[in-house]
């Protein structure tokens, strides 16, 4: 399985963008979609996910500006990030699992496949 990361750019505070994770190749009815983020300096940290093809989830630092969706093919999940502030500024990764239990939602060991990151930049 591989997954490509898409729509990163360079846009003012108050803006909105909007990223698009593919993945291609065997995924499964199952499958959970990720995304996490890595600002320069920091760890890196889940920003949203949608759960086993059910339901998205959200963090608690990004609820409110950003949605998480899911394309009616199932292989591509949406990242709408309204809003836009400086601190949001990162690379942003998705990330998958097949088989994935709720409590582990926001964990990076529990995505078995990674895609490349693509680069937020909010300008003040």
């Known amino acids: 399985v591989q997954l490509q990361a898409y729509g990163g750019g360079l846009v003012q505070a108050g803006d909105s963008l909007r990223l698009s994770c593919v993945a291609s190749?065997?995924?499964?009815?199952?499958?959970?979609m990720a995304w996490f983020r890595q600002a320069p300096g920091k760890e890196r940290e889940f920003v949203g996910a949608?759960?086993?093809?059910?339901?998205?989830v959200i963090a608690e630092s990004v609820k409110g500006r950003f949605a998480v969706s899911r394309a009616n093919a199932r292989n591509t999940v949406y990242l709408q990030m309204n809003s836009l502030r400086p601190e949001d500024t990162a690379v942003y990764s998705c990330?998958?699992?097949?088989?994935?239990?709720?409590?582990?939602?926001?964990?990076?060991?529990?995505?078995?496949?990674w895609g490349h990151g693509t680069q937020v930049t909010v300008s003040s």
């Open positions: 949608y759960f086993r093809n059910q339901y998205p």
């Open positions: 990330a998958a699992a097949s088989t994935l239990i709720r409590s582990t939602v926001a964990s990076q060991t529990a995505h078995t496949y």
């Open positions: 190749g065997r995924t499964s009815n199952t499958w959970s």
